[in-house]
């Protein structure tokens, strides 16, 4: 088992930056990958990004590429999410996700948190 916490959402003017936490605990060993997806209200479950613990290899969904950065701190076995000029159209509940491989089908991850709201206003 895999439990994963989020932290740092909240409320923010378009332009502006956040930056989202999840804790990872439990057999983490288990799950090589953390990833973040984020669902909007009437939307379906998208990726955004993900890392691997050991190498640190990245991938971006390419509406948030420039903008986000995805970064994992071992020790602590914590992964961050940095959003820079967030727009209206990044408001959505953002998932945080443990799976076995980097990829962007959220079916690849099986551990999931439960959510933070992050909401960017006009």
């Known amino acids: 088992q895999v439990q994963l916490l989020e932290s740092g959402g909240g409320l923010v003017q378009a332009g502006g930056s956040l930056r989202l936490s999840c804790a990872a605990s439990?057999?983490?060993?288990?799950?090589?990958?953390m990833g973040w997806f984020r669902q909007a209200p009437g939307k379906e479950r998208e990726f955004v990004t993900g890392?691997?613990?050991?190498?640190?290899?990245?991938a971006y969904a390419d509406s948030v590429k420039g903008r986000f950065s995805i970064s994992r701190e071992y020790a602590k076995n914590t992964v961050y999410l940095q959003m820079n000029s967030l727009k209206p159209e990044d408001s959505a509940v953002y998932y945080c996700?443990?799976?076995?491989?980097?990829?962007?089908?959220?079916?690849?991850?099986?551990?999931w948190g439960q959510g933070t709201q992050v909401i960017v206003s006009s």
């Open positions: 890392i691997t613990w050991n190498g640190g290899n990245t």
């Open positions: 996700a443990a799976g076995s491989r980097l990829a962007s089908a959220y079916r690849t991850y099986d551990y």
């Open positions: 439990g057999r983490t060993f288990s799950r090589p990958v």
